[in-house]
């Protein structure tokens, strides 16, 4: 049996011991993966033959999807107020399968933090045996805004995050300019680009097994200018792998609850002397919840993607004060403050609600990733891989895309994948939805409207590392899918013309939407801004899929 073959419950980053003590079974297993539970029953023998000899139209593995969250903050964060246990347990109530704890990096947390998270980690993993819990950090970047930073766990995951946050925390260190012409900017940018490369030698050396990097809130401020991000991705693509795509505080907007001028994601920034100068002032808002970088067809993402290089999108709660919540923080005992502990007093219930702007893990935001094995290696290899989908509401039970070559028999590629293709192929992508079966945490059964086909052209690097639009990408096909429940498989014919391209996916509950940032011609009925206030997020729901690329011969 190959390592693609594995089954699912086979990962060797977790041992049948801890699997025994997790209670997970193969059942449970192949029910997480939910339509693809009968792929994996099938077993490897359920490939055709002459599919294993026939590689030039890819033979991806089947998967599981697993469901989780990178960014997420506790009492050890400055500015939240939840424990790690009610958070893991919020997790677990709303199916997550991994979470990842970011703590903002400060200088208590700095001298004090990580240990003590430590302990929070192991009792919180004991408590939610069938969760995979990393322990991460929200890494103030130099010269820009934050990065959600994660490790395997293992013997040196915690020294990794401490090691890193002195040496490189631009908060800490005061490398926080990025304004242009700004005497440190050269300087602090170039240091983001080591932390990086620091990172991947840690990985490298077998420091640790394994670490990633995603960028939070991309847009949010407008300092994370397309140069840095294109040199964040550069320095070590298998290490910084993408961005949010849509950022957590997904509640800020709810009418009535925070005021006249919330928006979703609390983007309610004007650009300032430390953004980059190139982004309109639209750039700032989020459109159905999504970062403009995202949501824009033929914009920053998309801009990245036609170079022909992965950059993945995620989405999360960033968790910090849940909406509607009645818990607030507790009082500080004499003597004692966040600087010197690098904690926060534990949460005590009001019982009445509090502010805040989040949702729990798992509540709103959901970012699915493909594993061939159960385990957080897996989770951080599927991840890299870009088998990621993500959808806000519940909106899908399940997604699963496939693009092969009509002349092949083998199962195509999934997403993050490439296909190898000739000129003039005709291709296949298909599409296999499962709908929402059940009502979601508000009660609302969710309906997916329409599917867009989004594809752009692959031109190599860019001249211009500053570029955030890719004029050759547009949404190709919509298929309506209203009153289409339960799975059914779309099936879009493609054909490869002279040049290499990438196809994503975007789909939505159809309740908002008009001509998209670049126009009605690139993008007839994309996602729009809300009124400021009027943000309602459960009725304006949508899912994201990450690229596949098809490379043709000689083009």
Known sequence: MTEQQLPVWADPSVSPAALDAQGVSRRQLLRRAGLFGAAFALGPAAVPAVAAGR??????????????????????????????SQLAAAGAEYGLDWMVFTEHSNFG?????????????????????????????????????????????????????????????????GYTDGSAGGADTARNEAHAVK????????????????????????????????????????????????????????????????????????????????????YPADAYLTYGGFDWATATVGGLWDSMLAEGSLFSITTNSDAHRIVFDTWKNGDWPAGQNFDNTGKLPDPVNTDTPQPGSDFWPGQFSRTHVGVTRYGYRAVMAGLRAGRVWLDHGHLLDGLDVRLKRDCDFGRGVTLGGRLRVRKGEKLTLYVTVTTASRPNPQGILPELAHVDVIRGAVRGPVADRDSWKAPDTKVVETKDVSGRTGTYTLRIPLTAGDESFYVRL??????????????????????????????????????????????????
């Not at 590689?55 to 790690?84: C, E, M, N, Q, W």
């Not at 998270?117 to 805004?145: D, S, T, V």
């Not at 009925?525 to 304006?540: S, V």
């Open 55 to 84: 590689r030039l139209g890819g033979a991806d593995p089947r998967l599981a999807y697993l469901v989780g969250d990178h960014h997420i903050h506790t009492v050890y964060s400055h500015d939240a107020k939840y424990t790690f």
């Open 109 to 173: 947390h700095a001298k004090y933090g990580a240990p003590l998270e430590h302990e929070e980690i192991l009792k919180a993993r004991a408590e939610n045996p069938r969760q995979l819990i990393f322990q991460g950090l929200e890494w103030y970047i130099p010269a820009a805004e934050h990065c959600t930073v994660f490790a395997a766990p293992g013997p040196n995951e915690v020294d990794l995050l401490t090691k890193f946050e002195s040496a490189y925390d631009g908060k800490l260190l």
């Open 195 to 278: 932390a990086i490369q620091w990172l991947a030698e840690q990985r490298r050396t077998g420091y640790v097994d394994d670490v990633l990097v995603l960028a939070n809130h991309p847009m949010r401020l407008g300092i994370d200018s397309p140069h840095e991000m294109r040199g964040w991705r550069d320095a070590a693509p298998e290490i910084m792998i993408g961005m949010e795509g849509a950022p957590g505080a997904q509640g800020a907007a709810i009418p009535g609850w925070r005021g006249a001028a919330s928006i979703r994601g609390e983007y309610e920034n004007k650009p300032s002397a430390q953004s980059w100068a190139g």
């Open 506 to 555: 975007r789909g939505s509950d159809g309740n908002r939407h008009g001509a998209g940032y670049l126009g009605a011609s690139v993008d007839p009925h994309g996602p729009i801004p809300h009124e400021p206030g009027n943000g309602d997020p459960w009725t304006d729901t949508w899912f994201y899929s990450n690229p596949v690329f098809v490379d043709v011969a000689g083009a």
